[in-house]
C-alpha cells in the first residue's frame, strides 16, 4: 500500500497540465490559427535569443486599436487591453497616458539552475515548436505546459516518454534527435564535421548507426544545462 502510494508520488509531475490563470482570455487559436498570425510577430525574440519574449500591449494594439470586439461576447476582453494601453475609444480614440502593464503569468517554467536557449533549438538544432509546445494555433484557451503524451500525438514530433519540463525529458530528446551535419546548410555543424574527419575514429563512433546525437555532441554535458 505504501509502496503503491510512493511509486505514484513519483510519477506526479508537477509540471505537466500547468495552466496558470491569466489577465485577458488569450487565445491563440484566433489569433495564431485563423487568422495566421505568424509566432514571431508575438513571440519576436525566439530566433535570435536565449527566451521567446511575451507581447507588450503595444502589439495588441497594432490590430485592437480596430477590432473593439464591439457586440462579440468577448468586448470585455478587448476593453482590459485598452485599460492596460491607456486608450480611450471614445470619439476617435485617444491615449489618455494612463497604463497599466498586463502581468501575463509564467506558463512554462525552469528552475533558475537550468539552462535553456530558444534560438539554439529552433535556429540551430531545426526544432519545431509544436515539439516542446503542442500545436498552438489550435490552443483555444490559455496557454498550458502539454503532457508528454499530447506532444507524442502531433506528427513528425520525436517521441519521448519522460513527463516534459523534467530533465529526464531533455536527456532523452538529446539521446534521440539527431543533427543534420555536413549537409552545407548550417556553419556550425559544418564546423563540427570538419574537425571530426580529422578524428577518424570518433567519426566511425559517432556515424555507427548513421546518424549523430546531440548527445554525442556533448548535450549530456552536465555544464550544458546546468549554471
Ligand atoms: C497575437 C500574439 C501571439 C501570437 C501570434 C502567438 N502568441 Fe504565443 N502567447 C501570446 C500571449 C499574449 C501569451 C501569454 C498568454 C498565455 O500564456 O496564454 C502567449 C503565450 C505562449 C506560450 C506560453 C508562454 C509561457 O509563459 O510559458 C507559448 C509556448 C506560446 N505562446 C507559443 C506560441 C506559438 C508556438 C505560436 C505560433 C504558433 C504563438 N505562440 C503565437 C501571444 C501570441
Ligand atoms: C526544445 C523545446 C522547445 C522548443 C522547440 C520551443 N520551446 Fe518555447 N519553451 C521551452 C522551454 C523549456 C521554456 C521555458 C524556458 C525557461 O523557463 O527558461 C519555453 C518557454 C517559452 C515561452 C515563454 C517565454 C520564455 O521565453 O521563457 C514562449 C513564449 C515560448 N517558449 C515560445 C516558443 C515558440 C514560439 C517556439 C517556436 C518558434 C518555441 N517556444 C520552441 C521549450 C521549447
Ligand atoms: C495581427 C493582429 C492581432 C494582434 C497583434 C492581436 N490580435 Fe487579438 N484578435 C485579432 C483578431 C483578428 C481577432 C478575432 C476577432 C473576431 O473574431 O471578431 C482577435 C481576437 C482577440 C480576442 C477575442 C478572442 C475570442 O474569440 O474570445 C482577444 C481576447 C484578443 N484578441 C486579445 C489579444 C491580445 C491580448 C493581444 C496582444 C497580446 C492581441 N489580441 C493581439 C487580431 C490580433
Ligand atoms: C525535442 C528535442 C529536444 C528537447 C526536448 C530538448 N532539446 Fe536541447 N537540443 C536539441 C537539439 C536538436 C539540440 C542541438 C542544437 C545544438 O547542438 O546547438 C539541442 C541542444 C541543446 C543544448 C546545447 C548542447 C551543446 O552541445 O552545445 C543545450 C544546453 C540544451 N539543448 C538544453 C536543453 C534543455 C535544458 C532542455 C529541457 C528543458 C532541452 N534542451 C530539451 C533538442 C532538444
Ligand atoms: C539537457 C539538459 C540537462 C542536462 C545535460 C543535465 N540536466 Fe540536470 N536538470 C535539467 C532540468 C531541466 C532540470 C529541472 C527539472 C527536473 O528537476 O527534472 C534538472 C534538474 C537537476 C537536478 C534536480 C535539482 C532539484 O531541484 O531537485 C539535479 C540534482 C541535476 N539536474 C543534476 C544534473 C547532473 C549531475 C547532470 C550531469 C550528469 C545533469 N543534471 C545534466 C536539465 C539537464
Request: hydrophobic letters at 30%.
Amino acid at each position: 500500500m505504501i509502496v503503491t502510494l510512493f511509486q505514484g508520488l513519483y510519477r506526479i509531475n508537477v509540471m505537466e497540465d500547468y495552466q496558470p490563470s491569466q489577465p485577458i482570455a488569450f487565445p491563440h487559436d484566433r489569433h495564431a490559427g485563423v487568422n495566421g498570425i505568424d509566432c514571431k510577430y508575438c513571440h519576436n525574440s525566439v530566433t535570435k535569443s536565449k527566451s521567446a519574449g511575451i507581447p507588450s500591449v503595444n502589439v495588441c494594439m497594432n490590430c485592437h486599436k480596430q477590432i473593439n470586439g464591439e457586440g462579440k461576447p468577448f468586448a470585455g476582453e478587448i476593453k482590459k487591453i485598452y485599460a492596460a494601453a491607456g486608450w480611450d475609444p471614445a470619439g476617435a480614440g485617444k491615449y489618455t497616458g494612463k497604463t497599466k502593464p498586463i502581468v501575463w503569468n509564467k506558463v512554462h517554467v525552469l528552475p533558475d539552475h537550468v539552462y535553456f536557449n530558444h534560438s539554439q533549438h529552433v535556429v540551430v538544432g531545426g526544432v519545431d515548436c509544436k515539439q516542446c509546445h503542442g500545436d498552438m494555433k489550435t490552443m483555444n484557451e490559455t496557454a498550458k505546459v502539454q503532457p508528454v503524451e499530447e506532444l507524442n500525438k502531433i506528427e513528425g514530433n520525436v517521441q519521448l516518454t519522460k513527463p516534459t519540463l523534467t530533465m529526464g525529458w531533455c536527456i532523452e530528446c538529446h539521446g534521440k534527435k539527431d543533427v543534420k551535419i555536413g549537409d552545407g546548410k548550417n556553419a556550425y555543424y559544418d564546423e563540427i564535421h570538419r574537425r571530426l574527419k580529422k578524428d577518424p575514429a570518433l567519426y566511425k563512433k559517432y556515424y555507427k548507426d548513421g546518424k549523430v546525437s546531440v548527445s554525442e555532441l556533448g548535450g549530456w554535458e552536465c555544464a550544458k544545462c546546468h549554471y
